[in-house]
């Protein structure tokens, strides 16, 4: 053994028994039983594997290190969508486009006539037990919450959560049961966040007075409806933590000069060893609230907040980085700051020459790498050293300023651009222990959006690879979300999300909004892979395994060619089903097909013409269901090169962020482990009925 690996080891140990103690004691100075929160902030705040002592001790007293660990460690099972007690207006993927307008998924409750959790923004949830999912019948029953981005009144929400939301809770109620819904005299256009004990939810509102407002709230089941949400009045902040649920508190932004600030920009983000939450303002402030989920509740006025950055351009959503202990925010005007424990701003180069900066970066604690996201780098590089690029930057969390940190191209921008939101790492970046594996994210801000593939070798970006386009048209894209199930039938499987505003392409979307999902399951070496199990491989292609076998050592050389075989290992063949899509055209009857067509048949199948000619007249043939065999169709050949590696739903106007809630046990309900936005648009609510903006369930496999 190599002095590296004894050391990874003792490693790997010393966490083994820092993860049970955690899970044991909680925070050291209140035990609680654990929960898992999920919400903006666990998308921004990553952690590579600790390789050496130094870093395993950053990330051993950090939360959020122990809830990435939980939702890619724990045994997890997605029943099939066949076994799934989805509802009735659930629909096959992939074989056709659809004209009802009606959202399909698990569930859609109307949340009111315009109303979204917003472009870029989430819902969050909570679960009260890691390794189990819990209904209405529960004490405290998992739930998930939506704000509405409306005003509040009488009759219409500012926030809402909703509980027995899992299919498999149906004999205790109705799927799913608002949980609970408020009027705070407010309108929520940034993400809510959930406490680490799950009995509080913290964000920010724009009060009636056009004023900034962060609010604190302890939420009770059972309290109003979303046609008759209870309208709750505040409490001092010093008789929050003693009030009675449901009860809130709220905090006014005020710059320096104790003026008020709005913010309609900035999430809030909660750092629970602290106590603390960070949030941006409309004007360039950053505020330090400290107490919020176990104090009293105040803004820091002293030891350098709240802090003004650069020139007064409204910031979005603040990380904090327990590594580092510096905060890290971007703005409109399109420079990142790094700001330290007193105060302190370093500010890099204007990075975004578009519509600035307008997600919160990506902080990976363990590596000490900030990544940006750039609607327009301001150069002339792409389209022909014409026009501007969008781009994926690369900070380190010491960076100096005016530094213009590492760019990745991740296509081309114009003048004014549609904006780019946040991207996802994979489950092979997150779990390494030298920062390599895949950053994903919609770019090509200038045109139709695409999906990219960005690869990181030890900390540093390579050459982007360019996936599907995923609309007809040059529109808004949404942040991408990705998740592993390592439990999936058939072995592990790995989907990226995202959603367009219009013109998706998605086999389900009819031209319309759209929210899709991507297999990107990567290769691993000396794995066993058994017949039908798909990857992604290097060059954004879908791999099918067409002869079971283990892996080699080293990832082998990828074909290329449509329906060619990859030798890997001794006995394991792949074969190529072609570039990832958004969608595939179907059978159609006495049609001339030509040489490596691809359409996706009625079993889900990807179908490849390996011999020209004209299809049959009548209904389709009988579709060989094997890996690799040959239906014949007249004189055309077809060859089974896998299923389909995507799937779609409808999406009126877009969808919000998408949050994913992976982590059940064995054993688990039905539908426990789902994807949870809004609409961006009015449509009918299938659930709730009704027509407004729309609070979704979807299957992770089948978005149904």
Known sequence: MTANAARLRTVTGVLGLVVVGWFLTGRAAQPVPQGLPTDWSHRHVIFSQPGNAAQAARVANEPRYWQQWLRQNVVRVLADESQTSVSSFARPMGVRRVSDPGVQGD??????SGASVGAGNYPAKFGFQITSASCSNAATPDYVVFGTGLTGSSSQPSIAGFDN??????????????????NTAGQILTSPVISDDGLQVAFVQTDVALEGTLVLLKWKAGNGTLGAPMTLTPVANSAYRSCTAPCMTTILLKNASHVITDDRTSSVFPDY??????VGGAVGWLHKITGVFHGTPAEATTGGFPVQLGSGNPLSSPVYDTGSKNVFVGDLGGFLYRVSPTGVVTASAQIDHGTGIVSGPIVDVTSGKVYVFSSSDGTTACVGGTQPCTGVFQFATNFAAASGGTEAVVGSSVLSPNPIYEGAFDSAYVSSVNATGNLYVCGNTGGPPVLYQVPVAAGTMKTPVAGPVISNTTTGCSPVTDVLNPNATGGATEWLFAGVQTQGLGNSCASGGCAMNFKDTQWKASTSYVLGQQILDSHFQVQTVRTAGKSGAVAPTWSMTLGLLTNDGAALKWVNQGAQAASHGTWQATHVYSLNTLIVDSNNNIQLVIGGGTSKAGTHPVWATTIYTVTADNTVRWRNVGSLATASMAAAGGTSGMII?????????????????STQGNQTCATSGGTGGCAVQASQSALQ
């Open 273 to 278: 060893n602290s106590d603390t939450i960070w």
């Open 107 to 112: 569930w859609s409750e109307n949340l009111g």
């Open 165 to 182: 939301i899992y299919s498999g809770c149906g004999s205790f109620g109705s799927v799913p049961t608002v949980y609970w819904a408020y």
């Open 661 to 677: 809630d992976n982590t059940v046990s064995s054993g688990t309900m039905a539908g426990a482990s789902q994807v949870y936005f």
